[in-house]
Nanobody, 127 residues
Framework: QVQLVESGGGSVQAGGSLRLSCVAS????????LGWFRQAPGEERQGVAS????????YYADSVKGRFTISQDNAKNTLYLQMNSLKPEDTAMYYC????????????????????WGQGTQVIVSS
């Protein structure tokens, strides 16, 4: 069974940085997508970034472009999200997600496109 385990969340001041990690166990699809989502209380789950495992293409929400970077280390089966210049509006629970499909720019941001989810890691950004 596929397992995704996130870590790296925490509390930071605005302008600070955090790096989230997601270890993917037993996820062996080579033509697939991994993504990061976030959800603040009372809000819908939002796609933050995604990466195509086959060719390394990356996709970002407009709100995080230029500040967040998604990357993967295949040898460690780990997905990362480097978050710089954090803002209070970035405060949310962050989730790692995996899809057995290459989603591309038309579907990467849709939660329903992903079949596997982690338990989430909390990020709090104070002003």
């Amino acid at each position: 069974q596929v397992q995704l385990v996130e870590s790296g969340g925490g509390s930071v001041q605005a302008g600070g940085s955090l790096r989230l990690s997601c270890v993917a166990s037993r996820f062996t699809y080579s033509r697939s997508s991994l993504g990061w989502f976030r959800q603040a209380p009372g809000e819908e789950r939002q796609g933050v970034a995604s990466i195509d495992i086959a060719d390394g293409s990356t996709y970002y929400a407009d709100s995080v472009k230029g500040r967040f970077t998604i990357s993967q280390d295949n040898a460690k089966n780990t997905l990362y999200l480097q978050m710089n210049s954090l803002k209070p509006e970035d405060t949310a629970m962050y989730y790692c997600a995996a899809s057995a499909l290459r989603l591309g720019d038309v579907a990467w941001y849709l939660p329903g496109s992903y079949m596997y989810w982690g338990q989430g890691t909390q990020v709090i950004v104070s002003s």
